[in-house]
C-alpha cells in the first residue's frame, strides 16, 4: 500500500498569508494526485488533480506541484473561507490512500 | 444536477450487520466506478472500497475485506455496502463518491450517513 504523509498536520495562519502543505509518497505515484479541501460536517471537495491542475471553478489562488514522491499544495492569499482541513490522495493504485490532513486554522 | 445520496447509517452493536445505499441521479451511473469513503469521528478520511461500472470488478482496503461487500444495481442507480461482523473501530461517516468529469479523482460526493456500532 502506498503511505501518504503531510506536513504539517496544523497550521495557524492569518488571512493573507501565504501557505504551503506538503505531501510525501511512499513509493512513487507520478502525477497522480489530487487535494481535497473538508469543512467541518461537508463531504469533501475536489481543488487540485493529476498534482497541478485546478478543478473548474477553484480560485486560482490554490495551486499544486510536485510528481513522483513530493508534492505541494500552496494557497498565495489565504482568505477566510480557505480555513478548512486539507487532505492529499494518491490515485495510482489500491487502495485510495489519503493523507493523514492539514487543519488550517485562523491565527 | 448530478447527484448522490446515502442512507441507511444507524447505530448497530458489535457484531451486527448494516446495509448502506447511494443513489445516484443526472448522470449515466453505469459509466462510473463507485467508492465508499468514511470518516470516524475527529479523524482523517479513509477510502474502503471501490467498485467498477459493470460491478465486475471490486476493491477493499485490507481492514474491511471479507466483512463489507459492496455492489451495485444498475438498473436502480444504486450502490450498496453490505457491512457484516461490525467492530466499534467502523463507528464513522460512510460517504459514496465518484470520478464523474475527472479521471479517478472523486469530484461528486453524497453528504454521508453515520454508522455508530456500539452496545
Known amino acids: 500500500d502506498i503511505h501518504l504523509t503531510q506536513s504539517p498536520s496544523f497550521l495557524s495562519a492569518s488571512v493573507g498569508d501565504r501557505v504551503t502543505i506538503t505531501c510525501r509518497a511512499s513509493?512513487?505515484?507520478?502525477?497522480?494526485l489530487a487535494w481535497y479541501q473538508q469543512k467541518p460536517g461537508k463531504a469533501p471537495k475536489v481543488l487540485i488533480f493529476?498534482?497541478?491542475t485546478l478543478q473548474s471553478g477553484v480560485p486560482s489562488r490554490f495551486s499544486g506541484s510536485g510528481s513522483g514522491t513530493e508534492f505541494t499544495l500552496t494557497i498565495r492569499s489565504l482568505q477566510p473561507e480557505d480555513f478548512a482541513t486539507y487532505y492529499c490522495?494518491?490515485?495510482?493504485?489500491?487502495?485510495?490512500?489519503f493523507g493523514q490532513g492539514t487543519k488550517v486554522e485562523i491565527k | 444536477e448530478v447527484q448522490l445520496l446515502d442512507s441507511g447509517g444507524g447505530l448497530v452493536q458489535p457484531g451486527g450487520s448494516l446495509r448502506l445505499s447511494c443513489a445516484a441521479s443526472?448522470?449515466?451511473?453505469?459509466?462510473?466506478?463507485m467508492n465508499w469513503v468514511r470518516q470516524a469521528p475527529g479523524r482523517g478520511l479513509e477510502w474502503v472500497s471501490a467498485?467498477?461500472?459493470?460491478?465486475?470488478?471490486?476493491y477493499y482496503i485490507d481492514s474491511v475485506k471479507g466483512r463489507f461487500t459492496i455492489s451495485r444495481d444498475n438498473s436502480k442507480n444504486t450502490l450498496y455496502l453490505q457491512m457484516n461482523s461490525l467492530r466499534a473501530d467502523d463507528t464513522a461517516v460512510y460517504y459514496c463518491?465518484?470520478?464523474?468529469?475527472?479521471?479517478?479523482?472523486?469530484?461528486?460526493w453524497g453528504q454521508g450517513t453515520m454508522v455508530t456500532v456500539s452496545s
Open positions: 490522495q494518491q490515485v495510482n493504485s489500491y487502495p485510495r490512500t
Open positions: 493529476d498534482a497541478s
Open positions: 467498485i467498477g461500472g459493470s460491478g465486475a470488478t471490486t
Open positions: 463518491a465518484t470520478s464523474y468529469s475527472i479521471s479517478y479523482v472523486f469530484d461528486i
Open positions: 513509493q512513487g505515484i507520478s502525477d497522480y
Open positions: 443526472g448522470f449515466t451511473f453505469s459509466n462510473h466506478a
